[in-house]
């Protein structure tokens, strides 16, 4: 060939591709090359009009491609494919890409270079993800996984305060799972984790388990809750084995310890101090032990068994269960169900939802209990229109105490209606209307740029105007900012209640904290003032 160049031109198709389409084709050293024009500029072959390179797992096509052999290509503005993964680059130099961008499903990567190798290797990597923002220093790419090395992950939308690094890490495109063996970093911090798995696609649940909270009534709570102990091949923030260890009711007579540990469905809990006893549960079975109970409905001993089936919309859980408490003892033996309907229709649906729970006593002389409940609610949307209308209730026709707390369903009804066109909503709810009787009538507007404003009437044992407003939410690509919801009630003789809540996000994190005074409550509600502490991943 001209110049000594290791190419012969095909007049037929090399390959079953679209490369093998051009007018002009030929098969080099790096593939079969093709255009709608060939020439040549001395030593270099120049390919014009959808110019491509094509071979197995790559396809590259440019407006102008030159080609030397030995040294390899010179193009801009190129797209196409590598192992599966879409790819555009802003240039080829050699056969290096350039700025190159690869996507695939949700996932989308940038490399500084992109060596076309077999399998392609990216350097300089950047990953964008659903939940993640990702860095490699390399990434080789395959139709079946990524190979990361170097690898770092956080799912902060500024900064690094939380981060995940694996000094190898596989990815699958499919799933978006992540699995090497890796460390959890939290601020300064950096906690091994051994062989661990994260999902690009999911974000993971990292909340603070420290708790700093207190009340007038209940005393200060302060301690660990939920504190993650991770297992190899876990998912991050997924963990199922969590510590807690609580001191509760400071400042009151009712100060206590609380030690757990629980994995999955099963764990055991002791308390020392105020209400001191042990429990245990492993799925469906349940055992505690008060010795000294601090009420008459808290059993001193308490044994349950209570599986739970579900067949499409039904819901069973039997149980059997003996206990001894201050006023009973012996045997039940009881099944709680509900099912859930719901019927659609153009703008219209109607759900249905009845309850049942009855309960035996066997060898005792307590009298059968059971309780009949349900609700149905209607509903219409049509665009920025939407109605619903709602009931529910519940009848105990036997007994209205039964011998034990647990199997108690008090009575009750509830009636609501609401209505919300656009940014504007209206909702009235009644609430026992034959005992303690509560209206609450609430109007609302949101709007994405002014935040919710809400005003509500509640009447119960008085009269009660609230008021709250709460700006919208700080955009996650701002790095930092101050959030604070108000919302106060002024009933009669003056002011019933106020509250603040206050976050601070950084690029990270939003560290909370809310407080409130209940100075008139409405019927039995708790008052005097509340407060607590919280800290969550943006």
């Known amino acids: 060939m001209q110049r000594g160049l290791a190419w012969f031109i095909l007049l037929g198709t090399a390959l079953a ?21 060939l020439s040549y500029d001395g030593e270099v ?20 491609l030159r080609y030397r052999e030995g040294e390899g ?17 802003e240039r080829i130099e050699g056969k290096t890409l350039y700025g190159a961008r690869l996507e695939r499903g949700r996932l989308k990567a940038r490399a500084e270079r992109l060596l076309l190798e077999t399998p392609p290797l990216g350097q300089g990597v950047e990953l964008e993800s659903p939940a993640y923002r990702v860095r490699a220093e390399e990434a080789r790419f395959t139709r079946e996984e990524a190979r990361l090395k170097g690898f770092l992950a956080t799912p902060c939308p500024c900064g690094e305060e939380a981060r995940l690094r694996m000094a190898e890490a596989r990815f699958d495109p499919k799933t978006g799972e992540l699995l090497g063996e890796a460390s959890l970093g939290l601020w300064g911090l950096e906690i091994p984790l051994g062989e661990a798995r994260a999902n690009a696609n999911r ?27 991770p297992k190899p091949g876990e998912e991050i923030g997924r963990w199922e084995r969590r510590l807690t260890l609580l001191a509760t009711g400071l400042n009151t007579p009712k100060e206590a310890l609380q ?34 109970p601090p009420d008459t409905n808290t059993p001193r001993l308490e044994a349950r068994y209570a599986p739970t089936f579900r067949v499409e919309g039904l819901t069973l859980s039997p149980f059997l269960r003996y206990a001894e408490t201050g006023r009973s003892q012996g045997w039940t033996l009881g099944v709680e169900g509900s099912y859930r ?32 409940g349900g609700s149905v609610e209607g509903g219409f949307q049509e665009g920025a229109l939407a109605l619903r209308l709602g009931y529910a209730g519940r009848l105990e026709p036997l007994e209205k105490t039964p011998p034990f707390i647990y199997e108690n369903r008090d009575e009750f009804q509830r009636l609501f209606l609401e209505g919300r066109l656009g940014p504007f909503s209206l909702r009235y709810t009644l609430e026992n209307p034959l005992g303690y009787r509560l209206d609450r009538l609430e109007a ?6 002014l935040g919710t404003l809400r005003l509500a009437y509640v009447r119960g044992s008085f009269g009660e105007l609230r008021l709250a407003y709460a700006p919208p939410l700080p955009d996650r690509a701002c790095c930092q900012a101050l959030w604070a919801a108000l919302e106060g009630g002024v009933g009669e003789g003056g002011l019933s209640r106020y509250g603040l809540t206050l976050r601070y996000y950084d690029g990270c994190f939003a560290y909370e904290v ?25």
């Not at 051009?22 to 709608?36: A, F, V």
């Not at 094509?54 to 096509?61: D, V």
């Not at 609302?444 to 740029?449: K, T």
């Open 17 to 37: 591709g679209p490369c093998a389409e051009r007018p002009y084709t030929l098969e080099s050293e790096e593939g079969l090359l093709g255009g709608e024009n």
């Open 341 to 372: 309907q719901t019927l659609r229709e153009g703008p219209l649906s109607l759900t249905l939802s009845p309850t049942l729970l009855a309960a035996f006593y066997p060898r005792t002389p307590y009298a059968p209990y059971l309780a009949l």
């Open 514 to 538: 809310r407080a409130q005074n209940v100075l008139k409550g409405q019927y039995g509600e708790a008052t005097g003032l509340s407060f607590s502490f919280g800290l969550s991943l943006r």
């Open 203 to 229: 974000r993971p649940e990292l909340k603070s388990p420290l708790v700093f909270s207190g009340s007038e009534s209940g005393g200060l709570t302060l301690g660990l809750q939920d504190f993650p102990l």
């Open 444 to 449: 609302e507007y949101r709007e994405e740029a």
């Open 259 to 292: 030690l757990g540990l629980r994995e999955g469905g099963r764990g055991a809990e002791a308390r020392l101090g105020y209400a001191a006893g042990v429990k245990a549960y492993w799925d469906d079975l349940f055992f505690s032990s008060t010795p000294t």
């Open 45 to 64: 072959l120049v390919l014009e009009g959808r110019a491509c390179l094509e071979r197995e797992g790559l396809y590259l096509e440019a407006p102008l």
């Open 73 to 89: 290509f010179q193009a801009k503005e190129l797209r196409g494919e590598a192992q599966g993964w879409r790819l555009e680059a």
